[in-house]
């Protein structure tokens, strides 16, 4: 099994993304290094929030796939992972289009992983545990045991971030097509999380 390390911003903004939408599903893509030496660890450096609410539009989403395609290549990553909170507090099992999406970025990075945002571990001793992490075996997406690496004091980052409303300046792919002068990206929120650390 490859090994996993996710970066502060890979942890906290899909956190930051469901806590903006307490009451929808929400969805995003991961992004990692591109391997250099054909190690099969993943390391996540970032998260792009897609949608809200509808989060299997299929136009929107080949839009926001393509579109983040563009963004990673320039920043020199890749699209590795997805992400999804589903709008009931009890589930957290990927859903046939969490799995579907998956199965689309497996095709281009074969050590895709799909994360799954457990909302009953949205809280300060559980939020380590906040990811109910899948890889794909075979053509089934199973929940793995491998242990993440994660941020120093995860839970310490992310309320923090909450504490300051930072989860309200997020804006995901939805947000970015109501009114394109927003950024999808995030840059501040990310330039706020580095100051954190």
């Known amino acids: 099994m490859a090994a996993i390390t996710i970066q502060p911003k890979a942890f906290c903004k899909p956190i930051l993304h469901a806590a903006k939408y307490p009451h929808l599903a929400v969805n995003g893509l991961l992004l990692a290094e591109k391997s250099k030496d054909g190690s099969k660890a993943v390391n996540f450096v970032d998260a792009i929030p897609l949608f809200h609410g509808s989060i299997t539009l299929s136009p929107m989403l080949e839009i926001a796939l393509t579109t983040v395609e563009k963004v990673t290549e320039s920043r020199n990553l890749c699209i590795a992972g997805y ?115």
């Open 83 to 197: 992400y999804q909170a589903n709008q009931h507090k009890s589930d957290s099992k990927p859903t046939d289009c969490a799995q579907r999406i998956g199965d689309r970025i497996a095709e281009y990075f074969p050590s895709a992983y799909i994360f799954m945002i457990d909302n009953s571990s949205f809280n300060r001793e559980d939020i380590h545990h906040v990811f109910k992490i899948y890889r794909q075996k075979s053509k089934d997406w199973d929940l793995v045991q491998e242990e993440a690496r994660l941020p120093t004091t995860p839970g310490e980052l992310v309320f923090t971030l909450l504490e300051g409303k930072q989860h309200r300046q997020l804006c995901d792919f939805d947000n970015h097509l109501d009114d394109i002068s927003l950024s999808f990206e995030n840059e501040s929120l990310g330039e706020q999380i580095d100051k954190l650390l």
